[in-house]
């Protein structure tokens, strides 16, 4: 009768459980078979609702409710040193079967020597042991539970659950556990089991990787009674764009040894936005003694709404610092109303030698104490910051130099000075607060405008007000505010303030801009005179000048008829028989056609306008002169109907001036003198020496003459008209090929 009532109440039992749970598959740490608890479910509404994150917390697989038949494993000792082995009281099971191994308050030292050959166990308790050490666990893959609290761990190595993606319950909390690896629960895969204890460890040093879970799902986490006192980024861990860590999940730090929050600056949070935006759990600090230093400041001074709902049970009245000795046992109430100006962390990285560093987050500034120092210079280096505030009274510091950190300085204080450099001053910042104490300074750079002279104090100051220092007196009364020095004038025995501008006795000044305006202006107006007349007076002499430097061109076929016009005095036989038996041979050799008016005038024509006409139709012109030619003046011969040397040259000269193709040789037959030269362009023509001396026994007057034409237009057709050229006496020069 009585087993038949243990028998009913078992199975009451399991029908009771299997009703308070319903089958359920998660999106991650999925077991083989998972099961929820109803009181995740509401099924007020249709269909029922499901709390993802509820069920992830309450999980239970089917071997915990009922579902599915686990076998447990027996411990067997080898030794007497803990040495066992995993039997199996049902060997003949099939090879679908999971188990369990359960072995309490036992000698064990280590696990089971053969317990990678029961590849399912799901279900490992081993508290109350004496194990040393966790082996490679990747040899049972499923496993979901492991208990290891009460043993004799010392470290925990981020390869030991690596594979073991199933695991959803991990207890190694009152274990001697001195050194944890970074990312000691992160699997490949990037998940994390959903319940972590760690609780009464001695794990000192704790990195942020342990408990900053990328993406990562759980539900709790505990460190309480732990001596962790540091939090580590040993992996120079930040956190990723966009990306939460935890998921509403509990971390536990209370009655840990902790004394500072983590500087969560340097994994890349920097601010109580920062900390709603990608830590999405809670802290529990209780009884925690903090230091009160600059990393708790700056949560303090602005973020700390925002943070309180990140740290449970966390209130500034009831929060208690511990350190430094100046906040210890006041609140961080009193602190934040009265005391915040004393949380500051020590620098002592690059703090020149006898002066005092320290952060100072409630003024968003970097001190560097060096008053009474025994220093005669500033430090070259100081520790990093982005805002400095020195002290360097009660020194004797003669001089201010200018050095790389002074475009960071907000406040200077300074003794001793002698004299101030202008670059100096340039290069500190507008805003920059300058006390400047016993200097013996007797002249003020003007660079000092550039600031303001309310936050300048040198104390007094003697000078004498005279009209270079006017600035001074412009520069205090820019401002609305009483100065902090007292300008004494020393010459005039009166403070500055009290003077006005008429006492320093300033000549009007020229107006720099206007005087620098009217001298630009006069010398415009003489170069445009002298340009002016030298157009006027030297306009030929500039044409020629300016035509030699262009190459020579030649234009489209269709305008010239001719490359080549020679004028000539023919009644002169010695002008004429030198054209006709050498010049003329040889630029028709060289394929020019040459248009020679006695040769080449028809019977019955015009002859002056047949001239013209051949002179218009001519790409350059050859000119013979002889000082007879080069006195004649065109205004005596402009009315005559005559034909000459001169008349055709002014021609020559007007089509000169507009056509820039045009070109002009002047052949000198005799040495024409300057003094004799009464024709304008002929002269303007012998002063700039641009013309052939025939009479040169130098040059080869021939090729002097080809080197100053056009390239001819006939091409090679001329070249066979003629195949040697002739000189004077009509000998054979030279042969053309």
């Known amino acids: 009768m009585a087993q038949e009532v243990y028998f009913i109440i078992l199975l009451t039992v399991i029908y009771l459980v299997q009703c308070q749970y319903f089958q359920w598959n998660t999106s991650s740490n999925s077991t083989r078979n998972s099961f929820c608890s109803e009181d995740c479910r509401d ?41 066992s082995t995993l039997v199996n009281p049902f060997p003949s099971q099939d090879k679908s079967s999971i188990f369990e191994v359960i072995h309490t308050n036992g000698r064990l030292r280590k696990f089971p020597s053969n317990y990678c050959s029961h590849e399912r166990i799901l279900h490992v ?76 460890t001695r794990i000192k040093d704790l990195d942020v990787t342990n408990f900053l879970f990328e993406g990562g799902t759980f539900c709790e986490l505990d460190f309480s009674s732990s001596t962790i006192q540091n939090f ?40 109580g936005y920062e900390f709603y935006k990608h830590l999405d759990f809670k802290v529990l600090t209780t009884n925690l003694s903090f230091t009160c230093d600059c990393i708790y400041a700056r949560y303090l001074t602005e973020d700390f709404p925002v943070i309180k709902t990140f740290f449970i049970q966390m209130e500034l009245d009831t929060l208690i610092c511990s350190e430094p000795e100046s906040l210890r046992n006041f609140t961080l109430a009193e602190i934040k109303e009265n005391l915040l100006d004393d949380m500051t962390c020590d620098v002592g990285y690059k703090c020149p030698h006898k002066c005092h560093c320290f952060e100072q987050p409630s003024r968003n500034h970097t001190v560097i104490n060096c008053t009474n120092a025994d220093i005669t210079k500033l430090p070259d280096i100081l520790p990093w910051a ?38 100096t001053v340039k290069a500190f910042p507008e805003g920059i607060a300058l006390d400047v104490k016993n200097h013996h300074i007797q002249k003020l750079p003007k660079e000092l405008m550039s600031k303001n002279s309310s936050r300048i104090n040198f104390g007094q100051v003697q000078i004498d007000c005279v009209c270079s220092d006017k600035w001074l007196y412009l520069w205090i009364q820019s401002t609305n505010n009483q100065p902090s020095t007292e300008y004494i004038c020393s010459n005039l025995n009166k403070n500055l303030s009290n003077l006005t501008i008429d006492d320093f006795q300033c000549e009007e000044p020229v107006n720099e801009v206007l005087f620098t305006m009217m001298i630009t202006l006069s010398v415009l107006a003489v170069l445009l005179i002298l340009s002016t007349l030298s157009y006027s007076c030297w306009y030929p002499e500039m044409l020629i000048l300016a035509r030699k430097c262009f190459t020579k061109t030649r234009p489209h076929e269709k305008k010239c008829d001719f490359d080549v016009y020679i004028s000539l005095d023919e009644k002169d036989h010695i002008q004429r028989n030198w054209v006709i038996k050498c010049l003329l041979p040889f630029l028709e050799s060289e394929g020019y056609i040459v248009y020679l008016p006695m040769r080449d005038s028809l019977p019955g024509e015009i002859e002056i306008s047949s001239r013209m006409n051949a002179i218009k139709s001519s790409i350059a012109s050859i000119v013979i002169l002889t000082e007879k030619e080069s006195m004649e003046n065109f205004r005596d011969i402009d009315d005559t109907i005559e034909i000459s040397v001169i008349k055709e ?15 002009i040789i002047v052949l000198n037959f005799e040495n024409i003198r300057k003094q004799f030269t009464g024709h304008r362009i002929v002269k303007a023509f012998v002063r700039t020496r641009h013309f052939v001396k025939v009479s040169s026994r130098k040059r080869n007057v021939l090729k002097e003459v080809r080197s100053r034409l056009h390239e001819p237009r006939a091409g090679d057709s001329m070249l066979n008209t003629m195949k040697n050229v002739s000189d004077f006496n009509r000998n054979i020069r030279f042969h053309k090929p």
């Open 386 to 423: 982005s805002n400095y505030s020195l002290f360097f009274g009660d020194n004797d510091i003669p001089s201010l130099e200018e050095k790389s950190y002074f475009g960071k300085v907000s406040y200077m204080q300074i003794s001793g000075l002698k004299e101030i450099d202008s670059n």
């Open 125 to 200: 308790d081993f508290q109350f042991n004496k194990i040393e050490k966790v082996p490679d666990l990747s040899c049972t893959p499923y496993l979901e539970i492991l208990i290891l609290n009460n043993n004799a761990l010392s470290e925990i190595r981020n390869t030991t659950f690596n594979k073991n993606t199933y695991l959803r319950k991990l207890d190694l909390s009152f274990n001697p556990i001195r050194l944890m690896d970074a990312n000691t629960f992160k699997r490949y895969d990037g998940s994390i089991p959903y319940s972590m204890n760690l609780a009464s």
């Open 232 to 271: 580590v980024n040993g992996n120079n861990f930040t956190v990723s764009p966009g990306v939460k860590y935890g998921t509403n999940a509990l971390v536990n730090f209370e009655n840990t040894r902790i004394t500072q929050l983590p500087n969560m600056t340097s994994f890349g949070i920097k601010s």
């Open 43 to 83: 099924c007020s509404v249709t269909p029922c609702v499901t709390e993802e994150l509820c069920c992830v917390c309450k999980l239970k697989s089917g071997w915990e409710v009922g579902q599915e038949n686990i076998t447990p494993l027996h411990i067997e000792y080898r030794n007497v040193l803990g040495d």
């Open 649 to 663: 040259f002014e021609l020559m000269w007007r089509l000169f001036v507009k056509q820039q193709y045009r070109n």
